[in-house]
């Protein structure tokens, strides 16, 4: 089954690539790797998950952030790739930030919402490496924000 295949069956529609907030492009293509910029859980233009993991809400809602970051991930490598997603040869890097409270370990357990998905989508190609990091301020504040390194064909 194609990456496009598997999207379809878990009901997911890629939305328009969010286009960055600042003096920057949302993605960039050098040699065979395509890097997002940070992509931060919009949705419909709206930021869906603003606030702390470990006080304005708990994992779970921080991992739907995470995925919903992965989804606009995938809506910016689609458009590099010219909607073809079997292109994707490998999910080679996630890069992931969660704004949290003081104490907050969780950051781990909220990324793995955007590590599921990759996987889900592109199978061993989606196992890729990871930074998880927890940070105290987060642009727009956002509850998550990744970055992607593709490896494309």
């Not at 969010?18 to 890097?35: D, E, K």
């Not at 709206?46 to 991930?73: E, H, R, T, W």
């Not at 357990?109 to 987060?138: C, K, Q, T, W, Y």
Request: proline share 7%; net charge negative.
């Amino acid at each position: 089954m194609t990456p496009n295949e598997k999207l379809k069956e878990m009901g997911i529609v890629l939305p328009e690539p969010p286009a960055g907030v600042g003096a920057y492009v949302p993605w960039i293509q050098t040699g065979n790797l395509v890097i997002t910029s940070g992509q931060l859980p919009w949705k419909d233009g709206v930021m869906a998950f603003g606030g702390k993991c470990g006080s304005d809400f708990g994992i779970p809602d921080g991992y739907q952030a995470a995925k919903l970051c992965a989804i606009n991930a995938l809506a910016q490598i689609s458009q590099a790739v010219d909607g073809d997603l079997s292109c994707v040869k490998q999910i080679v890097r996630v890069e992931g930030f969660v704004h949290t409270a003081p104490g907050f370990r969780g950051h781990p357990d909220v990324l793995n919402g955007a590590s599921e998905f990759f996987n889900h989508v592109f199978g061993d190609a989606g196992i890729h490496a990871r930074v998880a990091l927890g940070i105290d301020e987060m642009p727009l504040n956002a509850a998550v924000q990744i970055v992607v390194w593709v490896e494309v064909a």
